[in-house]
T-cell receptor
Framework: GAGVSQTPSNKVTEKGKYVELRCDPI?????LYWYRQSLGQGPEFLIY????????DSGLPNDRFFAVRPEGSVSTLKIQRTERGDSAVYLC?????????????FGPGTRLTVL | GENVEQHPSTLSVQEGDSAVIKCTYS??????FPWYKQELGKRPQLIID?????GEKKDQRIAVTLNKTAKHFSLHITETQPEDSAVYFC????????????FGAGTRLFVKA
């Protein structure tokens, strides 16, 4: 079926604004991950879901970041009071969720620019 | 928590030569080690992975080795081609008890024709 999709592909916002980034995982994948990738760096783990629950949110940098996955499929990453340092590519990935060793399939990312 | 270090940050080789990228990890609970290739402006894509019960795995021109005692693993690309030019990331994940994946900082590989 279709791969992981993310919307929007690009988001430009002003400092202090609120943004939502959406991820549609591969159908049937119970595990969903959010990463942040800054220029020249590897993906930085933010949070992962197993079904509807956030199984590990230890990578969220502060309480301005929040993510939900209410029906166990689509997930939304929410960032309040955006700061210039939040500018990065936000990647979503999904996997079957049977084990930590499942292959993660990445989406194309959302490039967030905070002016 | 887990920390993954990757070397070198940049690697330039002549077409046909071999390329080796090395990673070390800190958490002995990590049992799954994937390698991803990311071309400019594209998403990371898995190219090969290895689990802790295996010391080496090969897929055509790509091989990965794992030394669990020393906590390091390496990617080997033989007979490099210009299309191998990309950024390569190693990662470490616990196979059970959680799926948190920690990535290395990446190696930018240039293959000169």
């Amino acid at each position: 079926g279709a791969g992981v999709s993310q919307t929007p592909s690009n988001k430009v916002t002003e400092k202090g604004k609120y943004v939502e980034l959406r991820c549609d995982p591969i159908s049937g994948h119970t595990a969903l991950y959010w990463y942040r990738q800054s220029l020249g760096q590897g993906p930085e783990f933010l949070i992962y879901f197993q079904g509807t629950g956030a199984a590990d949110d230890s990578g969220l940098p502060n309480d301005r970041f929040f993510a939900v996955r209410p029906e166990g499929s689509v997930s939304t990453l929410k960032i309040q009071r955006t700061e210039r340092g939040d500018s990065a590519v936000y990647l979503c990935a999904s996997s079957l969720g049977l084990a930590g060793g499942d292959t993660q399939y990445f989406g194309p990312g959302t490039r967030l620019t905070v002016l | 928590g887990e920390n993954v270090e990757q070397h070198p940050s940049t690697l330039s080789v002549q077409e046909g030569d071999s390329a080796v990228i090395k990673c070390t990890y800190s958490d002995s609970a990590s049992n799954y080690f994937p390698w991803y290739k990311q071309e400019l402006g594209k998403r990371p894509q898995l190219i090969i992975d290895i689990r802790s019960n295996v010391g080496e795995k090969k897929d055509q021109r790509i091989a990965v080795t794992l030394n669990k005692t020393a906590k390091h693993f390496s990617l080997h690309i033989t007979e490099t081609q210009p299309e191998d030019s990309a950024v390569y990331f190693c990662a470490a994940t616990p196979d059970t008890g959680g799926f948190k994946t920690i990535f290395g900082a990446g190696t930018r590989l240039f293959v000169k024709a």
